[in-house]
């Protein structure tokens, strides 16, 4: 079936440090969304992107949806401890109600 | 106080024995939906029902069955039919599916099944 791949599959980072991860579909999604999930959590709706090359920021999450439509990124400036967990995104094709989950990006800050 | 809710958070079964996991919730949303979470992998969808009395399968249906009679009530039943049935389970629900704007979904807390 279809597949968002997301890279990396975990991030190390020194508190402080930035962080990103990035969503790429082989297809044209109609919108994409990201979900964060906090260690022994559940996923919590972050936000959702429709329009080609649409950026929004949330306080130092900045999020990007690629100009075809086709790829994504979260970026967070100088993380704290507080950002600690996994960061998922997904997205829906135009010919498919289904939402498609990337494997998502655990964010581990270094001790 | 609107949400989803999950029980038991925790539950352990022998093998060989059926097993069902409720999940309710009072936001009036139409879709709902189960996933499977191993550890450290990502979301994979198991069911999902946009309308009461209608389901359909997921990408790892087999090995389970739900029931769809309520709009509030999603309950899925892990069969002896499941190979390897210890997961984290999340259930979540949205407007309606499909849903160009406001279609995220929201999730129960979770149900930790372990088979002994």
């Known amino acids: 079936g279809q597949q968002v791949m997301q890279i990396p599959q975990y991030q190390h980072v020194q508190e402080g440090e930035d962080f990103t991860t990035y969503c790429n579909s082989s297809?044209?999604?109609?919108?994409i969304q990201w979900y964060k999930q906090r260690p022994g959590g559940h996923p919590v709706f972050l936000i959702q992107?429709?329009?080609s090359g649409e950026v929004k920021k949330q306080k130092r999450l900045t999020f990007q949806f690629g100009e075809a439509k086709k790829n994504s990124s979260l970026h967070i400036t100088a993380t704290q401890t507080t950002d600690v967990g996994t960061y998922f995104c997904a997205g829906h094709e135009d010919s498919n109600y289904q939402l498609i989950w990337g494997a998502g990006t655990k964010l581990i800050i270094k001790p | 106080d609107g949400g989803i809710t999950q029980s038991p958070k925790y539950l352990f079964r022998k093998e060989g024995q059926n097993v069902t996991l409720s999940c309710e919730q009072n936001?009036?949303?139409?879709?709902m939906y189960w996933y499977r979470q191993d550890p450290g992998q990502g979301l994979r969808l198991i069911y999902y029902?946009?309308?009461?009395?209608?389901?359909q399968k997921g990408d790892i249906a087999e090995g389970y069955s739900v029931s769809r009679e309520k709009k509030e009530s999603f309950p899925l039943t892990v069969t002896s039919a499941q190979k390897n049935p210890t997961a984290f389970y999340l259930c979540?629900?949205?407007?309606?599916?499909?849903?160009?704007?406001?279609?995220?979904?929201?999730f129960g807390p979770g149900t930790r099944l372990t088979v002994l």
């Open positions: 297809t044209t999604l109609s919108n």
């Open positions: 992107l429709v329009k």
């Open positions: 936001l009036n949303h139409d879709a």
């Open positions: 979540a629900s949205s407007i309606r599916q499909g849903v160009r704007f406001g279609n995220e979904q929201f």
């Open positions: 029902s946009q309308i009461v009395n209608d389901f």
